[in-house]
């Protein structure tokens, strides 16, 4: 198995841990590394240096997943300010705020999903996957109950709509979104006034 890989799938786990402590600047941190250490994973099976500095990573992350179309921009933007927020986490008097934390961890967790499905057949073991936790696999239920019954309602969903929503959302968000079903018009439009940070391709 890819050793960076497995270095993002535990990030990833460890950064939603210590969010469900309320240890927000852990949370980010372990964000951070799991965007940095699947980007890593990656760019090494087309050759890139992954020993390069964080800011290199970046960016060579931009040019190889982003512009290449692999992955949308906003991971790129998310990895851009994982970053910054990583450096107030560490080493800043001030603290990331437990939202941005939360959106970090939610960001990480759907980048080291979708880079299991992108790095070279045999590269890592199909069974090895990062656990979802107890939240997040709550959160997924009512998103696909939710994604329902607006499909249900005669409205398209844009593609990746559904994997925005687990980013960007909280379960209360889907509750209220579901409760306030009947006023929906564009799902899109519906959906951005009442969660600002969510984002569609």
């Known amino acids: 198995m890819d050793a960076l890989f497995a270095k993002a799938v535990e990030a990833a786990e460890s950064g939603r841990d210590a969010l469900d402590r309320g240890d927000v600047n852990s949370a980010v941190n372990r964000a951070y590394y799991a965007m940095f250490n699947a980007a890593r994973a990656y760019l090494a099976t087309v050759g ?6 964080h800011g290199t990573i ?4 931009g040019m190889h997943l982003v512009q290449t179309g692999k992955v949308s921009a906003d991971y790129g933007r998310q990895f851009n300010r994982a970053q910054e927020a990583r450096s107030v986490a560490d080493y800043d008097t001030a603290s990331v ?14 980048l080291v999903d979708l880079m299991a499905t992108l790095l070279p057949a045999g590269s890592v073991d199909p069974d090895f996957r990062r656990r979802p936790s107890q ?3 709550q959160l997924r239920g009512l ?22 929503l687990v980013t960007y959302a909280s379960a209360e968000d889907i509750i209220d979104l579901t409760a306030r079903l009947d006023e929906m018009g564009d799902v899109t439009s519906f959906v951005r006034t009442r969660i600002p940070a969510f984002a569609t391709p």
């Not at 890139?48 to 500095?53: E, K, L």
Request: charged share 20%; glycine share 8%; no cysteine.
């Open 143 to 164: 998103v696909t109950l939710f994604a329902g019954l607006v499909t249900a309602s005669g409205e398209v969903l844009p593609p990746g709509f559904e994997e925005d």
């Open 97 to 110: 705020s437990p939202a941005d934390a939360e959106t970090f961890v939610n960001a990480a967790e759907s």
């Open 135 to 137: 939240k997040e696999t």
């Open 58 to 61: 970046v960016r060579l992350f």
């Open 48 to 53: 890139q240096d992954t020993h390069g500095p």
